[in-house]
């Protein structure tokens, strides 16, 4: 097999097990997948906010993610015990795009209103956002509303940044901009 059919081989499988895992666990907070083929096994690493959610409360004993497993043995041909998965918690909500999508989504199909989606947005430490409320008036017109909070972040080398690991979010801007200087004086030198 050529490698640029292996690639876009890996890449159907990613993407498909990215669809199937997100129809399942959307209620879940899934918020992404890691696939890690060894020669005995492939491991499959779910991430998600609630993790517990994912695996099945006590009185189920884990059927929910032995069910989750049959699911990916039979769709993607794997033999018997060859695919493990695994839950992986995210740290920070507030970073996972996918992850607050899913929450504001069934905040507001919840009814919860759009200022009090916009305050929980902001407490959960996003740097960068805008929510569109679109309503319809008994008259037939509509209205939007629109929110929104952004900061311009300039390009820094690719090198390095206030968090490498992009778990922990800059505190200001302040600190954004002279970690950046920081990293600028010293390519210079």
């Known amino acids: ?5 292996k690639f876009v081989e890996d890449g159907v499988f990613f993407e498909e097990l990215n669809k199937v895992l997100m ?17 005995m096994h492939t491991e499959i690493i779910i991430r998600a906010t609630h993790t517990q959610k994912v695996l099945g409360n006590l ?3 884990g059927r929910k993610i032995r069910e989750l497993i049959l699911i990916v043995q039979k769709r993607f041909n ?18 996972c795009a996918i992850a607050q999508a899913e929450s504001l989504r069934y ?16 407490s959960n430490d996003s740097r960068s956002y805008i929510v569109f409320s679109h309503n319809y008036n008994v ?3 509509s209205s939007t509303k629109k929110y929104q909070n952004s900061f ?14 992009g778990e922990v979010p800059p505190i200001t801007m302040l600190e ?14």
């Not at 919860?112 to 947005?121: A, D, S």
């Not at 311009?152 to 690991?165: C, E, R, T, V, Y």
């Open 23 to 39: 129809r399942a666990l959307a209620r879940d907070g899934y918020s992404g997948v890691e696939v890690r083929v060894t020669p």
């Open 176 to 189: 954004l901009i002279r970690e950046m200087h920081a990293l600028i004086r010293e390519q210079m030198q």
């Open 139 to 141: 008259s037939s017109f």
């Open 152 to 165: 311009m972040i300039p390009n820094w080398p690719q090198a390095g940044g206030p968090d490498p690991k």
């Open 59 to 61: 009185f189920e004993k």
């Open 1 to 5: 097999m050529s490698k640029k059919r």
């Open 107 to 122: 905040k507001l199909l919840g009814g919860l209103v759009v200022p009090r989606i916009y305050k929980f947005i902001r």
């Open 78 to 95: 794997f033999l018997d015990n060859n695919v493990e998965l695994y839950t992986g918690k995210v740290n920070n909500k507030g970073l």
